[in-house]
């Protein structure tokens, strides 16, 4: 190991940069990369997708967090694969492939969206996992209300302004509402001119419940909230098809609609698999309470993509406080074995 050893971070999202932190001022080299060069506050994606914030509003430049900590280096790249025997990264930077050489390596990657191996989702669904999903949702929502105030079928009308949320876990759920109210709160007195129009948000759940690891009182608020709302729940309704303007149900129910937001579960990334180990439920990487992968102490996973056991032998959720305390504590590891 070199005088001042080189940690890789990749991926800065929450757990990143909580580890990014704790290095700050340290003697130590630090390189995040991320494919992106601003961190998300991934929250209130939901709001720019639904017209409540802007972009910028959720959007930090990573630069700008660490302007003051001089041996925290950033480069934006998209990490292709790590290679734990020869201690390497490689990551494809401008077009340009770039080996980067580690000491210690924190992943901190997270989890992409998961359609389940259905192409027809991929290819027509919305995800809102990042900022291009929510800007790119957000831009497909407001020409859809452009589209149906001139078209003559009102059947065209009907499917433009009938927006599918699938997934009755927070994010479809928040989703669904802002959905609703963007329309008939908002956007409806600047189309004062097309009374005949109105939105109509159906939320789509394959079990019987909305928010399933929840409380049963949380349950029965979301739904009931929902409902008066305006929004339409229907619960056991798995998806099963989808194509540009129609989505099919596997009991064989066809919805009528140009928009099908996709919350319904993430994945984690394949780059995970080229650190080859076995990996647990969900694809993700085991770690010990130190948060190493045991068959290479010197690569720890945090957050989203990191299993570890809490003391009820549940994995940790994928949450953002997990996500922080795992990402300081990774840190604090690497700085206790210097
Ligand atoms: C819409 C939505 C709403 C949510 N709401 C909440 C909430 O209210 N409360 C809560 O606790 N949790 C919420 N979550 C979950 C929370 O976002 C995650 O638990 C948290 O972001 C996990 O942090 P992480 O550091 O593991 O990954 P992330 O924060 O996802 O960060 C991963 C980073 O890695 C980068 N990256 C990934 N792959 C590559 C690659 N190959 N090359 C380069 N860079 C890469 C990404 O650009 C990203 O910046 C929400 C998630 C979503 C999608």
């Known amino acids: 190991?070199?005088?001042?050893?080189?940690?890789?971070?990749?991926?800065?999202?929450?757990?990143?940069?909580?580890?990014?932190?704790?290095?700050?001022?340290?003697?130590?080299?630090?390189?995040?990369?991320?494919?992106?060069?601003?961190?998300?506050?991934?929250?209130?994606?939901?709001?720019?997708?639904?017209?409540?914030?802007?972009?910028?509003?959720?959007?930090?430049?990573?630069?700008?967090?660490?302007?003051?900590?001089?041996?925290?280096?950033?480069?934006?790249?998209?990490?292709?694969?790590?290679?734990?025997?020869?201690?390497?990264?490689?990551?494809?930077?401008?077009?340009?492939?770039?080996?980067?050489?580690?000491?210690?390596?924190?992943?901190?990657?997270?989890?992409?969206?998961?359609?389940?191996?259905?192409?027809?989702?991929?290819?027509?669904?919305?995800?809102?996992?990042?900022?291009?999903?929510?800007?790119?949702?957000?831009?497909?929502?407001?020409?859809?209300?452009?589209?149906?105030?001139?078209?003559?079928?009102?059947?065209?009308?009907?499917?433009?302004?009938?927006?599918?949320?699938?997934?009755?876990?927070?994010?479809?759920?928040?989703?669904a509402g802002a959905l609703f109210e963007l329309y008939n709160h908002v956007l409806r007195k600047e189309y004062s001119a097309h009374p005949h129009m109105k939105a109509r948000v159906i939320l789509l759940e394959a079990t019987n419940t909305l928010l399933a690891p929840y409380p049963d009182r949380l349950r029965q608020s979301a739904l009931a909230q929902l409902q008066s709302l305006g929004v339409e729940v229907w619960l056991n309704a798995r998806v099963a098809d989808a194509s540009h303007n129609q989505v099919t149900l596997a009991d064989g129910r066809v919805i009528q609609s140009y928009t099908l937001v996709w919350a319904a579960g993430v994945r984690t990334t394949p780059l995970i698999e080229t650190i080859n180990v076995v990996l647990a439920a969900g694809g993700r990487i085991p770690v010990n309470e130190y948060l190493q992968v045991p068959e290479y102490p010197d690569i720890y996973a945090v957050g989203d993509i990191a299993y570890l056991l809490d003391e009820n032998n549940q994995p940790y959720p994928q949450l953002i406080p997990v996500a922080n305390q795992q990402g300081a504590l990774a840190a604090k590891n690497i700085l206790q074995r210097l």
């Open 1 to 175: 190991m070199s005088a001042r050893p080189r940690i890789i971070i990749l991926g800065a999202g929450f757990g990143g940069l909580q580890a990014a932190q704790q290095f700050a001022g340290q003697s130590v080299d630090v390189l995040l990369v991320d494919r992106n060069n601003f961190h998300t506050f991934t929250p209130l994606l939901y709001q720019v997708a639904t017209c409540a914030l802007d972009p910028g509003d959720i959007a930090y430049p990573i630069r700008t967090i660490f302007r003051r900590a001089t041996n925290i280096h950033f480069l934006m790249g998209e990490v292709q694969a790590i290679n734990p025997s020869q201690k390497t990264v490689l990551i494809k930077v401008n077009g340009q492939q770039r080996t980067e050489v580690y000491d210690f390596l924190i992943v901190a990657v997270g989890t992409i969206t998961n359609y389940f191996n259905i192409q027809a989702l991929r290819k027509h669904a919305f995800g809102l996992k990042d900022l291009r999903d929510a800007v790119r949702l957000r831009n497909h929502i407001l020409r859809q209300f452009e589209k149906a105030a001139w078209t003559q079928s009102p059947t065209e009308r009907e499917a433009r302004t009938t927006f599918v949320v699938v997934g009755g876990g927070p994010t479809g759920i928040e989703t």
